[in-house]
């Protein structure tokens, strides 16, 4: 098991008082697997991402308890400049938005080479041909522009030793996006973390990013968590999928499996919303009702305002992880008897 998150339960303190963000979030990946991580915008997804690399402000955020296991090693309990050694060793992260994360004042090489250059550093990589540099910070340089050549060429940028000249606005989104990828995978990561990596593209260009992605877990043995709210991507991508929903993982299984047979009422939901090609005008099933405020959320199952089967168990007590099936569980109280 590479990630496996145990019972994580984070908080932010607002004007509005306490809002309980994550309550009870378990989590498995293995190593090797793209594991989707889907739901409603607002229902925990990036926050559960940050949690692992510890990215979250505290305050104003605040994890109460849980565990974040990497390898069998508890991530929470790290010091500060541990960490950031972790991370850049063994951690890489692809945010929404490559336009608003790449700095337009400066050239691809500056800030490619500056990610390899503190990747390096913080990681006390010293591995392959990093050697044998010379103790001199030309050389040092030299070797990692090097590298970033290596990189662009990874993630598919024609003539990357030019393209490294440019700057991000000469660059499309697709490609803006590919530079991303490389700046992740300037540690040689064992996980990468892909915060909704396609939002901003086109059809087209999301087909060639997710291809991307999966030829470099085949090449480079990466694991990957990819947080997305499209099924389409989850069923072309992924292995397996968790789907969240108010801060918790309410079922969790491989992609064919859930989406043949999924268990909870609220994944039943999502995918009664996806139109297919045998999808007639008006036939489209949505969700009632909104996400609950996390300020003050329901009591028992957070989505029994909204579900079809609730009972008064559910407005009750808080469903228990039940196993459903091969590598399949769900939070749900409509299975009690499975074991």
């Known amino acids: 098991m590479l990630l496996d998150i145990r019972n994580l339960h984070l908080e932010f303190q607002t004007f509005d008082g306490t809002s309980k963000i994550l309550v009870g979030v378990n989590l498995q990946l293995q190593r090797g697997d793209i594991l989707a991580l889907v739901g409603e915008t607002g229902c925990g997804k990036s926050m559960t991402a940050l949690s692992i690399p510890r990215l979250i402000s505290m305050p104003p955020g605040k994890i109460t308890q849980g565990q974040v296991l990497f390898e069998g090693e508890d991530l929470l309990q790290k010091p500060r400049s541990e960490m950031r050694k972790f991370r850049a060793k063994h951690l890489g992260m692809i945010f929404q938005d490559p336009t608003t994360n790449l700095n337009p004042l400066f050239t691809i090489r500056e800030q490619l080479v500056d990610a390899v250059l503190y990747q390096c550093h913080a990681a006390d990589k010293v591995s392959g041909r990093w ?15 090097a590298r970033a050549v290596e990189l662009m060429q990874l993630v598919g940028i024609p003539d990357g030793k030019r393209r490294l000249e440019d700057y991000p606005h ?4 697709g490609m803006r996006q590919r530079v991303l990828i490389a700046m992740a995978l300037a540690g040689s990561p064992d996980l990468l973390i892909a915060d909704e990596p396609t939002t901003a593209l086109d059809v087209t260009i999301q087909a060639q990013i997710l291809r991307l992605m999966a030829d470099l877990v085949k090449r480079l043995g990466l694991s990957v968590l990819l947080i997305t709210h499209n099924l389409g991507v989850v069923a072309k991508t992924c292995e397996k999928a968790a789907v969240m ?20 009422p609220y994944t039943q939901g999502l995918l009664q919303a996806v139109p297919t090609k045998h999808t007639n005008r ?6 009632p009702g909104s996400l609950p405020d996390l300020a003050n959320p329901p009591s028992g ?17 808080v469903p228990p992880t039940i196993t459903v099936g091969p590598e399949h569980s769900t939070s749900c109280h409509l299975y009690p008897e499975a074991t």
């Open 131 to 145: 050697k044998n540099f010379l103790p001199s910070a030309r050389q040092l340089r030299q070797d990692a522009h």
């Open 170 to 173: 000469q660059f499309s989104g």
């Open 245 to 264: 929903y108010a801060g918790r993982v309410v079922e969790q299984a491989p992609v064919r499996e859930l989406f043949l047979n999924p268990k909870h």
């Open 282 to 287: 008006g036939e489209l099933a949505g969700i």
């Open 301 to 317: 199952c957070r989505f029994h305002p909204r579900c079809p089967h609730a009972t008064e168990i559910c407005r009750q007590q």
